[in-house]
């Protein structure tokens, strides 16, 4: 069965740097396109970015743009979001998730989450 | 921005009842709208896409209708495992970075 299990969250210093792993499984990974998604505590769902199944196209929320980097390793089966300049209004838990196609398509497949706090 | 709104906030509702959860948009999101459920501790799972098709093992229990700015999700007989947080989502736009999602509707027993 598809899973997506999430790890590198922890508590970071504002201005710091964060990397986090997603280990996918489950079904064939080079051939689907991966999203960030993260909700903040006490606050709604917020998609991050995403990146295309050949890893050439990415797109980021406003919020992110300029700060994350969103990447995979196909044949390692891992998508990774890099978070530099964090902010507080980072903190969140992260989510990797599937999508069905890489357009107008909903998250076919969630992974729990790996928490992020950005705090001095 | 579109802001996805749902409604009520939470329920209360006992075991084999009918539920129907809302969800609004503040602009046409045509049917590019997806529905998910979130049990505590666990990831979200897709309900149903597209507006009305349910998602792969999804019970028939569960429906969705609308188009538009308006939207429902229907679970025709409550079961104890549907006790969860209930997200609408609208993907009607590429790239996605205007993608938005609802602030969920908590579905718990009465």
């Known amino acids: 069965q598809v899973q997506l299990v999430e790890s590198g969250g922890g508590v970071v210093q504002p201005g710091r740097s964060l990397r986090l792993s997603c280990a996918a499984s489950?079904?064939?990974?080079?051939?689907?396109?991966m999203n960030w998604v993260r909700q903040a505590p006490g606050k709604g769902l917020e998609w991050v970015a995403v990146i295309s199944s050949d890893g050439i196209n990415k797109y980021y929320a406003d919020s992110v743009k300029g700060r994350f980097t969103i990447s995979r390793d196909s044949p390692k089966n891992t998508l990774y979001l890099q978070m530099n300049s964090l902010r507080a209004e980072d903190t969140a838990v992260y989510h990797c998730v599937r999508m069905l196609t890489f357009g107008f398509a909903p998250f076919d497949y969630w992974g729990q989450g790996t928490l992020v706090t950005v705090s001095s | 921005e579109i802001v996805m709104t749902q409604s009520p906030a939470t329920l209360s509702v006992s075991p084999g009842e009918r539920v129907t959860l809302s969800c609004r948009a503040s602009?046409?999101?045509?049917?590019?709208l997806a529905w998910y459920q979130r049990k505590p501790g666990q990831a979200p799972r897709l309900l149903m896409f597209?507006?009305?098709t349910r998602a792969t093992g999804i019970p028939a229990r569960f429906s969705g209708s609308g188009s538009g700015t308006e939207f429902t999700l229907t679970i025709s007989s409550l079961q104890s495992e549907d006790f969860a947080v209930y997200y609408c989502q609208q993907y009607n736009n590429w790239p996605p970075t205007t993608w938005t999602f609802g602030q969920g509707t908590k579905v718990e027993i009465k």
């Open positions: 597209g507006a009305s």
């Open positions: 602009q046409s999101v045509s049917s590019n």
């Open positions: 489950g079904f064939t990974f080079s051939s689907f396109a």
